[in-house]
Structures are given as C-alpha cells and as structure tokens.
Nanobody, 118 residues
Framework: HLQLAESGGGLVQPGGSLRLSCAASGFTLSYYAIGWFRQAPGKEREGVSCISSRNGSTNYIDSVKGRFTISRDNAKNTVYLQMNSLNPEDTAVYYC???????????WGQGTQVTVSL
C-alpha cells in the first residue's frame, strides 16, 4: 500500500518552531521530488518548498526563505520541513507531495494542521 503521512503539526506561539515530517510507505522516497504545500482557510493551496530527487537542490517561496528548511533522510524514507520564526500567516494545513513524473506517480499526504497563535 503506497502512502505518504505527514506529522509534526500543532499549535505554536509566534516566533516558535515546528518540524514537519513526511514519511513514505510502499515506495522509496529518494526517487521522488518532494514538495511541501499549505492551504490556509479561504485560500488556495500554495507550494512552500521543494527538494529534488537528483541532487537535493531546494527551493522556497519568498515568505519562508531563511525561516524554513527542507531536508531528506533517505535511511528513514522521510522528508522534513523545519519551520522557525513562525508567524500567524504560516497558519495552514501543510501537505507533502511526492512526484515522479517519469512513471506518472503523484502522491499526496492527508495533511497536518499548523496553527500559529498566542
């Protein structure tokens, strides 16, 4: 059974940190490009960060640059999103996506809620 599962969300105060995990089962995550997306209430889903399968290159949207870090642990078949200096605008459901277009694979997790509030 192929599955992606996010974890690590929760309630945090402004300025705090969280680390989200995206664990894969049934397939090898290192072969896939991984993206973290988020969707705030009333807004469209947006891409936040991604990491390539080839060389581990990373990209971030401007609003999270310098605060978020995406990384892989191939031994654990997991990708992480370290989020620091969180602010209320980061409140959203965060999803991970694993994509391998060459074989037509495109998997999504169920999402994890991140709430930044006093």
């Amino acid at each position: 059974h192929l599955q992606l599962a996010e974890s690590g969300g929760g309630l945090v105060q402004p300025g705090g940190s969280l680390r989200l995990s995206c664990a894969a089962s049934g397939f090898t995550l290192s072969y896939y490009a991984i993206g973290w997306f988020r969707q705030a209430p009333g807004k469209e889903r947006e891409g936040v960060s991604c990491i390539s399968s080839r060389n581990g290159s990373t990209n971030y949207i401007d609003s999270v640059k310098g605060r978020f870090t995406i990384s892989r642990d191939n031994a654990k078949n997991t990708v992480y999103l370290q989020m620091n200096s969180l602010n209320p605008e980061d409140t959203a459901v965060y999803y991970c996506n694993a994509r391998r277009l060459l074989v037509g694979h495109d998997y999504w997790g169920q999402g994890t809620q991140v709430t930044v509030s006093l």
